[in-house]
């Protein structure tokens, strides 16, 4: 037995949603131990969440800095930050964990400004520290095994690649009724400028990406606002060209009624193609060109190494949100133990980095202004 | 029993797949009887199509002119013609069709540039002749009842259109060894300049715009060419917007292995979205802003006039293709004996017109305007 | 192009669903004119459906026996009889248009005793005329290449079949409240004895026979009866025992609310396994075991010839109950045209026969029989 | 917070599936340490485990009994054990840890015979301890709402339940070929008499009535065998009929090739149906009788409160096999919660209890001896 991580978080106190998911995924393998947090601005929110989570309460801390310098002094201090504030506090928060010599596992988008994310990057590279980037949806086991696929040359050279992510929930103004989640991600002085490009159409981008092992050269957004009065898009259209030739297309919405988060990815090659749906993630249907598709399930017989790394229950168990999200820690854990001992961990198909979530920035703030100029073609590196 | 229309047919010999078609859908309902045609251009090939469909020798004409003066001089002559021929022979044919004083039921794209195309809706709207236009996914039942739901404003005001349509025949240069279907639609001499956007994207904006009621102000349009050689796009990335604010995508591509002949369309609006895929088109997707989906099918009580017009077996024993497209025929023949008679024929959920047609020029004539000039918005009318 | 085959019916006047399915079945490849009938009891309401069918005054006959003695004194008489009446006159019909020299399309059940139905068999076969009956369902493309893949050994040797036939619309007392369908279907004079057994149980027995190939040795059935009052079973459970040791299981029912047509097929073998759904057609799924499960489409390359014979629009373009059931009306007319010239029709995949539908009554018989007695095994041959 | 239960487990050391899984979901929520364990019978698989899983070497044992004992010495003793042995000694164990004080969490079936399994209920209801039997697919929360669906007459009266679980790893005879998993699940010895009936019939049959909430009277059973040399059954068909008249089907299999852990479940009533399929487990179809059916997804709006206590993450999200294993224990935390405080836990919707694992004794028992006799109905009660 390998020692359990000890992990503080910032963010994420009650009635936070993805607090919990964070810490539902750092349980699941029992290699984290969540032992501090400054989970609230709200001082008395943070000590009640503080209380139902089980962390000592001289470990409950008022503010990040604080937590830093508490568990700076302890022998069993902290090795990690877990960061889910609203997009607006990551950077900071990071830049103050790694100078504090910690390792951080930060929420997506990276920042609110491609700027803000570019100085992070450099305070990240210089300090030997690891930086994970949340993009959950690489973390499911067929994800990875359509990433080995297209990689192994299974549908050749790529012609095209379609990605959608459509949610409902934003189809009413409920930031203006009380809805916490709803009411950040629509304030751009919290969320930065993007709307649903920022909190959903980077996770379409990454999941292309990651599969396609593609670089997009340039894009063209149209953002648009179904929501009278909402301060940012909520139904972006993209636009995409690649290096090859090939083209991509990208659509996120969070107010297309009937979607709840629905994600889904085709890519298509000379010799096949591929597509999956989060809301079905056991599932990937591979098209060889010429020959009737596969229904390609988690768990089954000689799938990828990398796929089988992340499968915990047979074939016919479902797997969801919670184990894609959890593959995520397993890896960054896997990157720790690596760090410790000063070996190195493979990078393949571990967690996004730093690296990812600045690409992310760049595909934001790029597709910001396309659309602001009307809707034109931007180079995206 | 109202008198059989007595039809001839320009193209669609033997090996020709949509003459086939045409033929099974107007003998489906017993209402038309194909008794001429001038079915190729090679003399031996079109007599042997003749006797195959029991034609009279006599009435088996070398080309469309003969069987117009042929038919002229019979007292049992026909009465509306069908054009199924390669694309640059629609307009022709048509203008002699009309010119004959005959009826006129027109694949698809109507012709070969928008030039052709408007000065044939002018010889046909002057002619009182009817005029339609084989847009055959307009013909499903559910496709007209989606179109009636929306215009019942059950899901709102619309807010974004999504229609792909999506093909895998093409990924390799079939026209280069063989394939006459592929041949000539890759051909701009017989094609036009359209590839996939012309042969199917139009297809899918004409059924994106007979559902939504939407016409698209502005696109902009991203060809390209998967298969090395090709002389015509074989993907078609696209953008639309709407008068309304209202934003569209729309994905046609040839060369999508794993696709058969999926057409699939989507429509949110302030109240709800609705959703329906040509390859199971006996359900249809609504879902209620707030509340469970319903997946209405075909024959389910309660639908629409529309679609209970155009029903011929109840829910769960499946209609397909053939159906749809003889629904535009029934649409058709009931135009026919209302003309006979003076009547007027409500034009409601009828087949598609020249005005359809011309509309589907329109469409593809400034994609191709739009991707030449590097993807740029151009308005649509 | 071989002559076309004169046909009439007996039974299928106005307001009857299988006579209109009958009729589109007939014409769509146009290979069969229905020119006579004795469509209705009821003389007025023959005599309107004989003019809306377009049928001469002279060839609309009072009943059955008019017809036949009517037609024989024509010289442009027809050659075969549909019988579309309820049950209880179908061996009556049936017998006498074999006396007349005709050949004979029946629907299932052959009648309404097993009796009725061998006294039937013995007079078709001495007849040396031809007999068919509609399961429609063996009418599918991909139903007829899953009873290829079987027989080339596909799935190894059967171990299991599951088939259920489900449906709703008898899920309340619609007979007494004016539901003609339904009336007579439930009252024993007319139907027989067999409710859901007979009128749908009978083609799920059909359908598993036809693709396992397969003869079952013993059957134990519970039939029940959801819905007070009613007289004949509208929930059917069925076990079966074949010769080779594979045990089957057969539900059938018209009482399960949400099932509209839902006849589904599993078969299962040493080497793997195959399903289908009707209501979804175009699409069969076999699993090899050990390797991914493929979507076989209607029209894919490499399918056997049983299904490319029966096969009229290309992959992704649907297919549905009218193609199923005119590809009987096809394998029909293939035979007569065979009879016609005293060449021999190869049987494999053509229409069922009287034989079949003599093994439907036996099951139907057995299955009531069994029921009876308290839900024992019974032999079934 | 609460203080953490802590936990021992029998059984389930290295490679054993159903181990890793408890212990997966013992986790998830945080109100579980495992502190101690005898993981097998081999001692030095025993100890390995225990490092693996950052046991202290003082508490793994090399038997339940040294476990028992050792843990009842200590001031932080365990509170309850999980027992996940082959099925031939859960109840021993489960007795011995009754008789220690100790609450149980045991696999099912609860034993290999009815009559041991009764033996253990009668000590269990004296001992004033908690004891699950984890019937793992009641956790699932559209399951929970099902039952709620069901007992709130949503459906109406019910007429027909039908639940099929389909597997297809024991297809080929891998017992005989070093899977361990195979072998002491063919073996009657160690597994009872039971194959697929026990294994996962019973999870089958627990389902059913789960949601129904109906007790069957009297079941008949036909139990065979696909693989030549097999000690135990590996297919069952079992037909089942209810106190109110309503009929059920149930089909257990373990040799059909292309079903992964495929149970589905379709109860259907008189005034709806509901459909429900384990491997896409976030949708419930309910199919009020003449209306749309609604696909309801976990998450959504207004659901019961019965789901909504087991909702981990929204709508969309796709929760899956071990959050429903991780819904049980939490069940079971809450139970043993109030249990220190003398409260008493409301019984709706908790774990299985003893009684549960009573009746999938019963069924077992009485199917095993319904094939036995031939196939015949047998009372279940």
Same mark, same amino acid.
């Given at each position: 037995?390998? /020692?359990?991580?000890?992990?503080?978080?910032?963010?994420? =106190?009650?009635?936070?949603?993805?607090?919990? +998911?964070?810490?539902?995924?750092?349980?699941?393998?029992?290699?984290?131990?969540?032992?501090?947090?400054?989970f609230?601005?709200?001082?008395?929110?943070?000590?009640?969440?503080?209380?139902?989570?089980?962390?000592?309460?001289?470990?409950?801390?008022?503010?990040?800095?604080?937590?830093?310098?508490g568990?700076?002094?302890?022998?069993?201090?902290?090795?990690?930050?877990?960061?889910?504030?609203?997009?607006?506090?990551?950077?900071?928060?990071?830049?103050? &964990?790694?100078?504090?010599?910690?390792?951080?596992? &930060?929420?997506? *988008?990276?920042?609110?400004?491609?700027?803000?994310?570019?100085?992070?990057?450099?305070?990240?590279?210089?300090?030997?520290?690891? %930086?994970?980037?949340?993009?959950?949806?690489?973390?499911?086991?067929?994800?990875?095994?359509?990433?080995?696929?297209?990689?192994?040359?299974?549908?050749?050279?790529?012609?095209?690649?379609?990605?959608?992510?459509?949610?409902?929930?934003? #189809?009413?103004p409920v /930031?203006?009724?009380?809805?916490?989640?709803?009411?950040?991600?629509?304030?751009?002085q919290?969320? =930065?400028?993007?709307?649903?490009?920022?909190?959903?159409?980077?996770?379409?981008?990454?999941?292309?990406? %990651?599969?396609?092992g593609?670089?997009?050269?340039?894009?063209?957004?149209?953002?648009?606002?179904? +929501?009278?009065?909402?301060?940012?898009?909520?139904?972006?259209?993209?636009?995409?060209?690649?290096?090859?030739?090939?083209?991509?297309?990208?659509?996120?919405?969070?107010?297309?009624?009937?979607?709840?988060?629905?994600? /889904?990815?085709?890519?298509?090659? #000379?010799?096949?193609?591929? #597509?999956?749906?989060? /809301?079905v993630?056991d599932?990937?249907?591979?098209?060889?060109?010429?020959?009737? *598709?596969? +229904?390609?399930?988690?768990?089954?017989?000689?799938?990828?190494?990398?796929?089988?790394?992340?499968?915990?229950? *047979?074939?016919?168990?479902?797997?969801?949100?919670?184990?894609?999200?959890?593959?995520?820690?397993?890896?960054?854990?896997?990157?720790?133990?690596?760090?410790?001992?000063?070996?190195? &961990?493979?990078?393949?198909?571990?967690?996004?980095?730093?690296?990812?979530?600045?690409?992310?920035?760049?595909?934001?703030?790029?597709?910001?202004?396309?659309?602001?100029?009307? =809707?034109?073609?931007?180079?995206?590196?």
């Amino acid at each position: 037995m390998t /020692e359990i991580i000890r992990i503080g978080m910032v963010g994420g =106190g009650e009635g936070a949603f993805i607090g919990a +998911v964070h810490r539902m995924a750092a349980r699941l393998d029992g290699q984290f131990r969540l032992v501090a947090g400054a989970f609230s601005s709200d001082a008395q929110r943070a000590r009640a969440s503080a209380t139902t989570l089980g962390i000592e309460p001289a470990r409950a801390y008022a503010d990040w800095q604080a937590m830093l310098d508490g568990e700076a002094r302890r022998a069993d201090g902290i090795e990690a930050v877990v960061i889910v504030t609203p997009n607006h506090l990551h950077a900071r928060v990071a830049r103050d &964990c790694l100078s504090a010599g910690l390792h951080v596992l &930060c929420d997506k *988008p990276l920042a609110t400004t491609l700027d803000e994310a570019c100085a992070l990057a450099q305070i990240a590279r210089a300090s030997q520290r690891l %930086f994970g980037v949340t993009y959950t949806y690489c973390g499911y086991a067929l994800v990875r095994h359509a990433r080995a696929l297209v990689a192994a040359g299974e549908i050749g050279e790529i012609r095209s690649v379609q990605v959608r992510y459509a949610q409902d929930w934003l #189809s009413t103004p409920v /930031e203006m009724s009380g809805n916490k989640q709803a009411a950040w991600r629509s304030d751009p002085q919290q969320a =930065g400028d993007g709307g649903a490009i920022a909190d959903i159409g980077t996770h379409a981008y990454h999941l292309a990406r %990651f599969v396609s092992g593609l670089d997009a050269q340039a894009l063209l957004a149209d953002l648009s606002n179904a +929501v009278p009065g909402r301060r940012v898009d909520d139904n972006a259209h993209v636009l995409l060209r690649y290096a090859n030739g090939a083209r991509g297309m990208l659509w996120a919405s969070q107010t297309a009624p009937g979607n709840a988060n629905n994600l /889904e990815l085709a890519v298509y090659g #000379s010799r096949g193609g591929l #597509s999956w749906r989060q /809301e079905v993630p056991d599932e990937l249907w591979l098209a060889p060109l010429g020959d009737h *598709p596969r +229904v390609i399930r988690r768990g089954a017989t000689g799938l990828s190494d990398a796929a089988r790394a992340v499968t915990r229950v *047979p074939m016919g168990h479902p797997e969801g949100y919670l184990e894609a999200f959890a593959n995520l820690y397993a890896d960054f854990a896997a990157a720790i133990h690596a760090h410790r001992t000063g070996e190195s &961990c493979t990078p393949a198909n571990t967690f996004p980095t730093i690296e990812d979530g600045l690409d992310g920035m760049r595909f934001i703030q790029t597709a910001l202004t396309s659309s602001r100029e009307g =809707g034109v073609w931007m180079p995206l590196r």
